[in-house]
T-cell receptor, first 116, second 113 residues
Framework: GDSVTQMEGPVTLSEEAFLTINCTYT??????LFWYVQYPGEGLQLLLK?????DKGSNKGFEATYRKETTSFHLEKGSVQVSDSAVYFC???????????????FGKGTLLTVNP | DADVTQTPRNRITKTGKRIMLECSQT?????MYWYRQDPGLGLRLIYY???????NKGEISDGYSVSRQAQAKFSLSLESAIPNQTALYFC????????????FGPGTRLTVL
């Protein structure tokens, strides 16, 4: 079945540091890939997505590239801010998995704390 | 106004009680989902519905039931709550198409004593 593995946290960085959160996946078909962010006390918000190989999703300075050859979708940001402190979830949606399921499969989440 | 709303936002109840969590959406989406979030486990799918007459079990449906009262409303019930159902519960919606983004509500924090 489908699965998502992302690096375990917590990750603690200083402001303006470079961020990478690794994410790899297993899927039976050709999934779409997502990064969701959950700020403290809130629900999940879509951060970025990519729907096919070599696509790059980007938003708010974050980027991730869909790498089919390495089954990866690593999240990066060149200079993090205190306001980026949140839990980040990698997820996939595989419409070819078991028929028309259209479900999201999530990683376990990575807590990022950015200190001033 | 939020596109996906959940009520209540917080609930404390006792073992054995029946609890209903409600979700409403104004996005006009056909697909709706219920997830639970536990620390260190990410989000796990409880039930999902593609329209009013189509309801499907997710990976952890035992102990839960759902009702899709209308396109815009999808409720989750715990018939007899137990402490290990203490968690954060999220409703989500999505439009047609397998690659559509899911939009999440703010969550309901449920504590079962």
């Amino acid at each position: 079945g489908d699965s998502v593995t992302q690096m375990e946290g917590p990750v603690t960085l200083s402001e303006e540091a470079f961020l990478t959160i690794n994410c790899t996946y297993t899927a039976t078909g050709y999934p779409s890939l997502f990064w969701y962010v959950q700020y403290p006390g809130e629900g999940l918000q879509l951060l970025l997505k990519a729907t096919k190989a070599d696509d790059k999703g980007s938003n708010k300075g974050f980027e991730a590239t869909y790498r089919k050859e390495t089954t990866s979708f690593h999240l990066e940001k060149g200079s993090v801010q205190v306001s980026d402190s949140a839990v980040y979830f990698c997820a996939l949606s595989d419409p070819n998995s078991g028929g028309s399921n259209y479900k999201l499969t999530f990683g376990k989440g990575t807590l990022l704390t950015v200190n001033p | 106004d939020a596109d996906v709303t959940q009520t209540p936002r917080n609930r404390i109840t006792k073992t054995g009680k029946r609890i209903m969590l409600e979700c409403s959406q104004t996005k006009g989406h056909d697909r709706m989902y219920w997830y639970r979030q536990d620390p260190g486990l990410g989000l796990r799918l409880i039930y999902y519905s593609f329209d009013v007459k189509d309801i499907n079990k997710g990976e952890i449906s035992d102990g839960y039931s759902v009702s899709r009262q209308a396109q815009a409303k999808f409720s989750l019930s715990l018939e007899s709550a137990i402490p290990n159902q203490t968690a954060l519960y999220f409703c989500a919606t999505a439009g047609q198409g397998g690659r559509d983004t899911q939009y999440f509500g703010p969550g309901t924090r449920l504590t079962v004593l």
